[in-house]
């Protein structure tokens, strides 16, 4: 079997998966961190993503179902499932775990199923704004870190296709969070609290996909110090860096942005880009090179993140 994703009768991510193969139960067990569900009927279908090498020469084996005991993973320490109403698959599932990193994780970061063919069909999933081109952006669960000290934040990208006009009920639950954290989602720039609330209504002005972010803290803050401050967190990794740099930071809303390099001098060295994003956490990569795709000399460089109501500027060290 070559490297990569194969379809088969699922139901949602993250579950385990019992089907009919030669008079004997096949299973698939999806997740480090089970969802608590039972197995799926006959109608439904799953998804087996390959993480590796097709030199390698995998093999996906069915084997007869026994129940045996499982290896256990700890618990996370922060937890939120998310559900819209008439959704295929219906959740997603995000948080904070020990053994997780900010990168895509194969043990904790799963791959959102396709949506079923039908016209109508809603759907949710995470957005995975540091995936690279070998990884699945489109995720049904995610994980980061935990929080290690006080007033930190983590923004979880997250899309909403709503297949029908009409109000839509999302609800939630969330396992671990203080007595001092924050949820917020922000959908279409508007803002939910989840906290002390565990369902509420979402009526998209149409039907079509919308961008929002769910934003996990360890502090309260005000919306009105959020929208203040459009561009948060902005960072550059590695630095130094030769010959690649990543450029991330936060918007509190959609916005017009531009992203632009400069040199010590302040001559603008390449545009990396112009034009709207949607309100979370978003990357973009420079290669070291200029406008022409000419490689630039080493030295000091400045990325400048602007919207019409602030600028924002990192310093960059290229070694050659």
């Known amino acids: 079997m070559s490297g990569g994703r194969k379809y088969a009768p699922k139901r949602e991510c993250c579950t385990q998966v019992e089907s009919s193969l030669a008079n004997s139960t096949a299973t698939a067990h999806g997740a480090t961190l089970g969802n608590g569900h039972k197995g799926a009927s006959s109608t439904t279908a799953f998804l087996i993503y390959y993480n590796g090498s097709p030199d390698l020469a995998p093999q996906i084996r069915f084997l007869p179902f026994c129940d045996g005991p499982k290896p256990l993973a700890p618990e996370p320490v922060f937890r939120l499932r998310m559900e819209l109403e008439g959704a295929h698959p219906a959740g997603i599932e995000l948080g904070l775990h020990p053994l997780a990193t900010n990168a895509v994780d194969f043990r904790f970061d799963h791959p959102s199923p396709p949506c079923p063919p039908i016209s109508d069909c809603s759907s949710l999933w995470i957005h995975h704004a540091g995936a690279d081109s070998t990884d699945i952006r489109n995720l049904c669960s995610e994980y980061r870190q935990p929080f290690s000290g006080p007033e930190q934040v983590e923004y979880f990208n997250i ?3 709503a297949g029908l006009e009409g109000p839509h009920e999302i609800s939630f639950s969330t396992e671990g969070a203080g007595d001092q954290w924050q949820i917020m989602l922000m959908l279409d720039d508007v803002p939910h609290y989840l906290n002390g609330q565990d369902t509420f209504t979402w009526e998209p002005p149409a ?20 929208v203040q401050s459009p561009i948060s967190a ?8 030769n010959p690649d740099v990543t450029i991330a930071f936060n918007l509190a809303l959609s916005n017009e942005v531009s992203v632009d390099l400069f040199n ?4 603008k060295v390449r545009s990396l880009h112009k034009g709207k994003l949607a309100g979370g956490n978003h990357r973009l990569r420079w290669d070291g090179r200029d406008e022409t795709g000419r ?25 050659k």
């Open 159 to 161: 899309h909403a296709h």
């Open 264 to 267: 010590i001098r302040g001559q």
């Open 295 to 319: 490689g630039v000399a080493s030295g000091v460089y400045f990325a400048r993140v602007s919207t019409a109501r602030e600028t924002k500027t990192i310093r960059m060290l290229l070694l």
């Open 234 to 241: 902005l960072s550059a990794y590695p630095n130094p860096f």
């Open 207 to 226: 039907t079509g996909t919308y961008e929002g972010y769910i934003r996990v803290s360890n502090y309260q803050v005000a919306l009105q110090d959020l």
